[in-house]
Structure formats: C-alpha cells, structure tokens
C-alpha cells in the first residue's frame, strides 16, 4: 500500500505545476484526497480536498481560483493544478488519503513533494 507524490521541481512566480498522487495497493476511488503543504519553520496546512465521490471539494482561502484538484479513478490518482505561483507557495506538498472502515478510520500519507517558487 502506497501512495506516491510527484510534481515538485522549482517554478518562477507565475509559473505553474501539476502534482500527482498516486496510490498503489489499494483503490483510491473509495478514498476522500487531501492535499497538505509545510513551508519550512510551519506547521502543516490543508490545500485542498475532494470527497471521494468527487462531488465536494474545498480550498483554502488562500489558493482560490489558483489551484485545482482532480481525480482521475481509472488512474488511480489524484492531481493538483497549481496556477500563479507565489512564492509563498513554496513547501513540501503532501497527500493524504482517508476512507472509514469496519475497524476505523483508514489514513494513508504520501512522502511529499517539493515545491520551490522563485520570486
């Protein structure tokens, strides 16, 4: 079981990114995806989230109209479309899967990727 982030690289402000995140071991579909970000000296924060029926997503304030979260289930991944990067933006992306189950709740984290804006 994992899931594997990848997409990061360093992007001049303006620039744009797509991060991926990819599950192996286990069918993302039934998951709800969060994508989370720690710029260094921070604590975690949430980006942006889509319920597993993909019908409910959510953004923080602060990347409205700037990202956008997808999820393609015939890939097994979710993606993040990153516009008009500011360098504020700059962290380690993380993503997260989370489902219920039988036994509890069933949380899965990927290993980040890093994304560095140049201003």
């Known amino acids: 079981v994992q899931l594997q982030a990848s997409g990061g690289g360093l992007v001049q402000a303006g620039g744009s990114l797509r991060l991926s995140c990819a599950a192996s071991g286990f069918t993302l579909g039934y998951y709800h995806i969060g994508w989370f970000r720690q710029a260094p000296g921070k604590e975690r924060e949430g980006v942006s989230c889509v319920a597993s029926s993909g019908s409910t997503v959510y953004y923080v304030e602060d990347v409205k109209g700037r990202f956008a979260i997808s999820r393609d289930d015939t890939k097994n991944t979710v993606y993040l479309q990153m516009n008009s990067l500011k360098p504020e933006d700059t962290a380690v992306y993380y993503c997260?899967?989370?489902?219920?189950?039988?036994?509890?709740?069933?949380?899965?984290w990927g290993q980040g990727t890093l994304v560095t804006v140049s201003s």
């Open positions: 997260s899967a989370l489902a219920q189950s039988e036994d509890g709740p069933v949380n899965y």
